[in-house]
């Protein structure tokens, strides 16, 4: 990524948005770079949709600025908008037009027109699998290809920022790996904010991630800092055969356990779960430590933190 | 203004894609032809000035339920989240819904031609007052229009939209009446007078087109289109 002035696509300073006493979002700082997607995770009401909405131009914020590619969103809000394509939360259509003369009103309002426009809305149809789809009224398609005709919707123009507020809600698994290939293909030239409560949907498609909660920011980087700049330690399961105390007490012991909970599993076998408190790899330790009290081992697995647990950490209480 | 015949299509086609249309351009023929053709044999007359009169009461009806989806609806799916963050400015989202609007009052005025001539095979009306409250008729809707556009524009329930749209043009509307003006204080009057929806198109409808009646439609609709742009921007109020 080269490091010219014009490199940054989106940037948000000292963002702040107050619905009366509600403060949806508190000093909000990041930017993006072009070419970068961007996963904006939180759990439902955390302020991603209210962002989203300051970004795109429909609401103003309460104080601070936001600028795309350069232009202030409050004095070149035509051009902005021009520069994005949104598909917002549940991908709201008109129901009663047929999805290819949707897709034709759209590209219409966005200032194309002839065969340019003809021939990008076919473009449309096959990259989201909607040709089949284009004389049917968008009324009566299932969710999952109304998000998609969404999507047409919000890449008509090709727009230099995507924003995607829950893309994947309502599809089946398969078009879930279709639509994430094709986000990921748009990313690799375009900006792409992709808002989402499922943590597994961000980490398969995003680079990096910022995770809000009750309006303010409280983590960001990939996917792999977030895991291990946690400082959460590690879990193992272990299942061993032996004395109950003696196991509890030997494992209690191994230097670096914090804590352990020891369940029966079927015959003789005791199931334990350990916690470390550091980041370092005990499962050697465990090892030895069964074998010099000649407890028999069947299973020994270590369970990095996962992003889930970063997130359940930051997001409850 | 490219974009507004954009959304002017996109909407004027709309109207035609739902039953809802077809109901009420029949309802609103039916009843004013049952209305007038009533007196019409009574009085034996062979003119319109019957129907005309008919019509500021029945615009009450009619033209809300024109208007009531047209910003109700968008805000209820939340389509207009979608519209209004396209590069589009709020005057032109207005402009196109409004003359789609005004088309489709056209069509329904357009369907009652006949009327004027089931008249003129009965008689030899003066087609002066006839022509004139034709215009009159596109003028005082144009105005009840802007009205239930704007009123819709308020809630996202087409039901509260229509009532609400009945009750404000016909408060409107009945400030001018006689009913009223009797008993205003005689300050109050001609104001009164002059606001009224129904008395500068009864003047026009008798066949005089004064420009002082069509401006006064047109700041009307002028005035409920701006307050309707104003109320798509309170979105952005705090």
Request: aromatic share 10%; net charge neutral.
């Given at each position: 990524?080269?490091n010219?002035?014009?490199?940054?696509?989106?940037e948000?300073?000292?963002?702040?948005?107050?619905?009366?006493?509600?403060?949806?979002?508190?000093?909000?700082n990041?930017?993006?770079?072009?070419?970068?997607?961007?996963?904006?995770?939180?759990?439902?009401?955390?302020?991603?949709?209210?962002?989203?909405?300051?970004?795109t131009?429909?609401?103003?914020?309460t104080?601070?600025?936001?600028k795309?590619?350069?232009?202030?969103?409050?004095?070149n809000?035509?051009?902005?908008?021009?520069?994005?394509?949104?598909?917002?939360?549940?991908a709201?259509?008109?129901?009663?037009?047929?999805?290819?003369?949707?897709?034709?009103?759209?590209g219409?309002?966005?200032?194309?027109?002839?065969?340019?426009?003809t021939?990008?809305?076919?473009?449309?149809?096959?990259?989201c699998?909607?040709?089949?789809?284009?004389?049917?009224?968008?009324?009566?398609?299932?969710?999952?290809?109304?998000?998609?005709?969404?999507?047409?919707?919000?890449?008509i123009?090709?727009?230099?920022?995507?924003?995607?507020?829950?893309?994947?809600?309502?599809?089946?698994?398969?078009?879930?790996?279709?639509?994430?290939?094709?986000?990921?293909?748009?990313?690799?030239?375009?900006?792409?904010?992709?808002?989402?409560h499922?943590?597994?949907?961000?980490?398969?498609?995003?680079?990096?991630?910022?995770i809000?909660?009750?309006?303010?920011?409280?983590?960001?980087?990939?996917?792999?800092?977030?895991t291990?700049?946690?400082?959460?330690?590690?879990?193992?399961?272990?299942?061993?055969?032996?004395?109950?105390?003696?196991?509890?007490?030997?494992?209690?012991?191994?230097?670096?356990?914090?804590?352990?909970?020891?369940?029966?599993?079927?015959?003789?076998?005791?199931?334990?779960?350990?916690?470390?408190?550091?980041?370092?790899?005990?499962?050697?330790?465990?090892?030895?430590?069964?074998?010099?009290?000649?407890?028999?081992?069947?299973?020994?697995?270590?369970?990095?933190?996962?992003?889930?647990?970063?997130?359940?950490?930051?997001?409850?209480? | 203004?490219?974009?507004?015949?954009?959304?002017?299509?996109?909407?004027?086609?709309?109207?035609?894609?739902?039953?809802?249309?077809?109901?009420?351009?029949?309802?609103?023929?039916?009843?004013?032809?049952?209305?007038?053709?009533?007196?019409?044999?009574?009085?034996?007359?062979?003119?319109?000035?019957?129907?005309?009169?008919?019509?500021?009461?029945?615009?009450?009806?009619?033209?809300p339920?024109?208007?009531?989806?047209?910003?109700?609806?968008?805000?209820?799916?939340?389509?207009?989240?979608?519209?209004?963050t396209?590069?589009?400015?709020?005057?032109?989202?207005?402009?196109?819904?409004?003359?789609?609007?005004?088309?489709?009052?056209?069509?329904?005025?357009?369907?009652?031609?006949?009327?004027?001539?089931?008249v003129?095979?009965?008689?030899?009306?003066?087609?002066?007052?006839?022509?004139?409250?034709?215009?009159?008729?596109?003028?005082?809707?144009?105005?009840?229009?802007?009205?239930?556009?704007?009123?819709?524009?308020?809630?996202?329930?087409?039901?509260?939209?229509?009532?609400?749209?009945v009750?404000?043009?016909?408060?409107?509307?009945?400030?001018?009446?006689?009913?009223?003006?009797v008993?205003?204080?005689?300050?109050?009057?001609?104001?009164?007078?002059?606001?009224?929806?129904?008395?500068?198109?009864?003047?026009?409808?008798?066949?005089?087109?004064?420009?002082?009646?069509?401006?006064?439609?047109?700041?009307?609709?002028?005035?409920?289109?701006?307050?309707?742009?104003?109320?798509?921007?309170?979105?952005?109020?705090?």
């Open positions: 990524m080269s010219n002035t014009n490199s940054t696509m989106l948000v300073a000292d963002l702040n948005k107050r619905f009366g006493e509600v403060h949806a979002a508190r000093d909000l990041f930017s993006i770079r072009k070419g970068e997607i961007l996963g904006f995770l939180g759990p439902n009401g955390a302020g991603k949709t209210t962002t989203m909405r300051i970004v131009c429909f609401i103003p914020p104080s601070g600025s936001v795309v590619d350069g232009l202030d969103i409050r004095e809000d035509l051009e902005v908008r021009r520069r994005i394509g949104y598909l917002p939360e549940n709201p259509l008109y129901s009663d037009m047929l999805v290819g003369e949707y897709l034709r009103f759209v219409e309002i966005r200032g194309m027109e002839g065969d340019a426009l021939r990008r809305s076919d473009d449309m149809l096959r990259v699998g909607l040709t089949a789809m284009a004389n049917r009224q968008i009324g009566k398609l299932s969710k999952g290809y109304r998000q998609r005709v969404g999507l047409a919707q919000a890449m123009h090709d727009p230099d920022l995507l924003i995607l507020d829950e893309p994947m809600s309502g599809l089946d698994p398969n078009q879930i790996v279709e639509i994430r290939q094709l986000i990921k293909r748009i990313g690799r030239e375009k900006t792409v904010i992709y808002c989402s499922i943590l597994s949907e961000v980490s398969a498609t995003c680079r990096r991630i910022l809000v909660n009750d309006g303010a920011i409280v983590a960001e980087g990939t996917p792999e800092e977030l291990s700049g946690m400082g959460t330690g590690n879990r193992y399961h272990l299942r061993v055969k032996g004395d109950r105390q003696s196991i509890e007490s030997g494992i209690q012991a191994v230097q670096g356990v914090s804590n352990i909970t020891v369940e029966d599993s079927s015959g003789d076998w005791t199931a334990v779960h350990v916690f470390s408190d550091t980041t370092e790899d005990i499962g050697e330790k465990l090892f030895r430590c069964s074998v010099d009290n000649g407890w028999s081992l069947s299973e020994l697995r270590r369970e990095a933190a996962s992003l889930e647990d970063v997130f359940t950490q930051l997001t409850r209480g | 203004m490219q974009k507004v015949l954009t959304i002017f299509k996109k909407e004027f086609k709309a109207y035609f894609l739902s039953p809802i249309a077809y109901v009420v351009i029949t309802v609103y023929l039916v009843v004013t032809n049952f209305l007038f053709f009533q007196g019409f044999f009574l009085i034996n007359q062979a003119e319109m000035r019957g129907y005309f009169g008919l019509l500021p009461w029945i615009f009450l009806f009619f033209i339920a024109v208007t009531m989806r047209i910003w109700a609806e968008e805000k209820k799916v939340k389509t207009l989240e979608l519209l209004l396209w590069p589009l400015r709020d005057t032109e989202v207005v402009l196109g819904k409004f003359l789609a609007c005004f088309a489709f009052l056209g069509v329904a005025v357009l369907l009652s031609v006949t009327v004027p001539i089931t003129a095979f009965l008689g030899n009306p003066d087609p002066g007052p006839i022509i004139g409250g034709y215009i009159g008729s596109l003028l005082m809707g144009g105005a009840y229009l802007a009205i239930g556009l704007w009123v819709s524009s308020l809630t996202e329930n087409q039901i509260v939209a229509f009532i609400l749209g009750v404000v043009t016909f408060v409107l509307f009945i400030v001018g009446n006689p009913f009223v003006t008993v205003a204080p005689s300050f109050l009057i001609p104001l009164f007078n002059y606001l009224g929806l129904g008395n500068h198109f009864m003047s026009i409808s008798r066949g005089v087109l004064d420009t002082r009646d069509v401006v006064y439609y047109l700041s009307i609709i002028g005035f409920f289109l701006f307050l309707n742009v104003r109320s798509l921007e309170s979105r952005k109020w705090e």
